[in-house]
Structure formats: C-alpha cells, structure tokens
C-alpha cells in the first residue's frame, strides 16, 4: 500500500515569507488513514493560513495566504506569511526553522 510522505518545505523568500509546501500527495493512505483524492481541492483555491494548531478556527487571526495547486499528484501551497505581523514572522520562523 502506498503512503504519503512528507516532503518538505522550500523557502522562496525569507524577506517577504515566501513559502512553497507539498501538503499531500493525492489518491494515497496518509498515517491517519485517510485518502486525499484527485480533484477534491480545486487548483487555484485561495486559502488563508491558519495560526498555529489550526487555532483560527478558534478566532485566532490567519498567519498568512497563499493558493493551492494540484501539480501531477501533489497539492502545493504557495504561501506568503504576513511579516508585518508579529504572529505571521513568527509562525513563518518556525517553518522556517
């Protein structure tokens, strides 16, 4: 059975917190047992970036944007971190890092 694989994180811009991430890897197991199917998310989509743990669902604010692309069997997340933001430098130096 195949499963996903993390495969990192590419720093495009540390200046403007520039981020490029393979996120998922389409139509496989990940290690929660769950499947990401092609087409599922559309190429394209605009997303906001969530504070850390996913705590914006609980009202913290976004962290950064970014858009989501399907390349071949990858979901890739282009991002940009709001530096002009205390949590959006911070959060972008943990990824960083």
């Given amino acids: 059975m195949n499963r996903k694989a993390f495969k990192g994180v ?6 403007e917190g520039r981020v ?8 496989v197991v990940d290690k929660d047992g769950d ?5 599922a998310i559309g ?4 997303v906001r970036i969530s504070a850390y743990n996913h705590k914006s ?11 989501i692309r399907e390349e071949g069997n ?20 943990t990824v960083k890092g």
Avoid: Y
């Avoid at 590419?10 to 200046?15: R, V, Y």
């Avoid at 490029?20 to 139509?27: E, N, P, Y």
């Avoid at 190429?43 to 605009?46: H, I, P, S, Y």
């Fill in 43 to 46: 190429d394209g989509t605009a």
């Fill in 35 to 39: 499947v990401t199917c092609k087409g």
């Fill in 57 to 67: 669902w609980e009202g913290a604010l976004p962290v950064g944007k970014g858009t």
């Fill in 74 to 93: 990858e979901l890739v997340l282009e991002s940009q971190f709001f530096m002009n933001t205390t949590h959006g430098r911070d959060t972008f130096e």
């Fill in 10 to 15: 590419e720093i495009k811009s540390e200046s």
């Fill in 20 to 27: 490029r991430a393979v996120f998922s890897t389409l139509d």
